[in-house]
């Protein structure tokens, strides 16, 4: 189930992430200033996000046997659409909007997994679920060479593809846990009971800091480098991948040592990485060496940062309620991730330098290990006495 869980979500990932990596050709195939293409790449971003949080408290109610397979299928739909009809800025912009749909599929597989596992394993087991954020890395590594190699519309159809057979699959293989706690209600009174909650906004903010913070270099980076560093697309899609690969490859680490030891002090480290890494990159130190250290420093801590987040949410939510929460949680996160694109376009248009996006991500990345540190630290001391 963990296994199928995990596909599910790379897939809709990959799909999710399919206009990033093609920003700079979209900027000039239709014209684009900075500020219309991050909101092309951004749009998809903020849509999955806000839309996780009805998927995550549907999923309570109905179970990912039912969700996934339904969400997949729909997000065929838009992929379809944005590799052979959308050729204008408006109608990329609607089709990423749908586009979106992919991006809520976090919240349907986190109380999936989190329902067959016990406490103490669910750290590790989450961090391994959230390794199918690896998808946007296929994307960066497969969207721009295949559409040289084979044409602009392949990769479109190939992600189709795959969500179709997976969709079918999904519907025959999945099951939800024998005996799962269900919530009753409504959708809205239980959201709303979700929203009422302190540790859903306390979980929200963390996350929007560092699965945000992962999810804005990864749309964000291709642009980033061809601006800042004169690489080709080709290039620059590369190394956003080793960027995503390194992060993804860190969440269940930091699931890991979230069981081992505790997600707070996890969380302190990360963010204090991120900090000093974003203050170094505010004076665009040459990419080699100094610059890739720099990058790959942070996508380790964002990546180990995000798992610990969710180690914290297994021990904080009571099982009925982890769907709900995790929808608001992962809608954070992704409009923790909605937000940087924007800023550095219009940081970068108004200015010409990124170096105050730098400055504002390091001064967020404190405050969170401040908060980590203090607050978090006495809320989970609370609920752990009980």
């Known amino acids: 189930m963990l296994a199928l869980a995990t596909i599910g979500f790379t897939l809709c990932f990959w799909a999710w992430a399919l206009l990033a990596p093609l920003g700079p050709a979209l900027r000039?195939?239709?014209d684009l200033s900075s500020f219309e293409q991050s909101l092309v790449v951004a749009v998809p971003v903020i849509v999955g996000s806000l839309g996780r949080i009805p998927v995550g408290a549907l999923t309570d109610r109905w179970g990912a046997r039912r969700m996934f397979p339904v969400v997949a299928a729909l997000t065929v739909l838009p992929v379809?659409?944005?590799?052979?009809?959308?050729?204008?800025f408006a109608e990329v912009l609607a089709g990423g909007f749908f586009l979106?749909?992919?991006g809520t599929t976090f919240a349907i597989g986190v109380p999936f997994v989190n329902a067959w596992y016990p406490p103490e394993r669910r750290g590790l087991a989450l961090g391994i679920f959230g390794v199918g954020t690896g998808g946007t890395a296929l994307s960066s590594f497969t969207t721009v060479q295949l559409a040289d190699a084979v044409g602009r519309?392949?990769?479109?159809?190939l992600v189709a593809a795959a969500l179709a057979v997976y969709a079918l699959a999904a519907r025959m293989l999945l099951q939800d846990k024998p005996g799962r706690a269900v919530t009753t209600g409504s959708m809205l009174a239980r959201t709303a009971a979700t929203l009422r909650l302190p540790i859903t906004w306390l979980l929200a903010f963390l996350y929007a800091m560092s699965?945000?913070?992962f999810v804005a270099f990864s749309v964000y980076l291709p642009t980033y480098l061809t601006t800042a560093y004169d690489l080709g697309r080709s290039d620059a899609a590369l190394r956003t991948a080793g960027f995503v690969v390194l992060a993804v490859a860190m969440r269940p680490v930091g699931g890991w040592l979230s069981d081992r030891a505790h997600p707070v002090p996890v969380l302190v480290v990360t963010y204090t990485v991120v900090c000093a890494c974003a203050l170094v990159?505010?004076?665009e130190a040459p990419l080699i060496p100094l610059?890739?250290?720099v990058f790959l420093g942070m996508a380790a801590a964002l990546g180990a940062g995000s798992g610990a987040v969710f180690a914290l949410v297994a021990r904080l939510v009571t099982p009925e309620r982890v769907g709900a929460v995790t929808g608001v949680v992962g809608a954070a996160g992704g409009l923790g991730g909605f937000f940087p694109p924007l800023v550095m376009g219009l940081v970068k248009s108004i200015t010409d330098d990124y170096a105050w996006g730098f400055a504002l991500l390091a001064a967020t990345a404190a405050g969170a290990g401040v908060f980590s540190a203090t607050v978090v630290r006495?809320?989970?001391r609370a609920a752990e006495r009980k």
């Open 291 to 293: 610059g890739t250290v």
């Open 153 to 157: 519309s392949f990769p479109f159809d």
């Open 378 to 380: 006495r809320r989970a």
């Open 100 to 102: 979106g749909l992919g």
């Open 281 to 283: 990159a505010m004076f």
């Open 28 to 30: 000039d195939e239709l």
């Open 211 to 213: 699965f945000g913070g």
């Open 80 to 88: 379809l659409y944005l590799g052979h009809l959308a050729d204008s």
